[in-house]
Nanobody, 115 residues
Framework: QVQVVESGGGLVQPGGSLRLSCAAS????????MGWYRQNPGKQRELVAT???????SYADSVKGRFTISRDNAKSTVYLQMNSLKPEDTAVYYC?????????WGQGTQVTVSP
């Protein structure tokens, strides 16, 4: 049984920072690609950042330079460090672990950026 649990979301003022964590259990995830997505009601789910098993990273243009994705294979955990947060970053954030046709998703965590 694979379980994926997210944490770290919350309310923050513009310009502030948050660090999201996503921990998976049930198998070894060192060979999996990991990523973060976000979605607001009525909008399409957006790919925010990805990190491969070889630690190669990729970011959406909207977050480039502000967000950093990282992973700890020993803990089967992917992180998203979010700095200089803007109201436009407000969304439910989802993590994903992927390998070939296998996709495991977190439950989502709310990030709200507001004065």
């Amino acid at each position: 049984q694979v379980q994926v649990v997210e944490s770290g979301g919350g309310l923050v003022q513009p310009g502030g920072s948050l660090r999201l964590s996503c921990a998976a259990s049930g198998r070894t995830f060192g060979s999996y690609a990991m990523g973060w997505y976000r979605q607001n009601p009525g909008k399409q789910r957006e790919l925010v950042a990805t990190i491969t098993s070889g630690n190669s990273t990729s970011y959406a243009d909207s977050v480039k330079g502000r967000f950093t994705i990282s992973r700890d294979n020993a803990k089967s955990t992917v992180y998203l460090q979010m700095n200089s947060l803007k109201p436009e970053d407000t969304a439910v954030y989802y993590c994903k672990f992927s390998k070939w046709y296998y996709d495991y998703w977190g439950q989502g965590t709310q990030v709200t950026v507001s004065p």
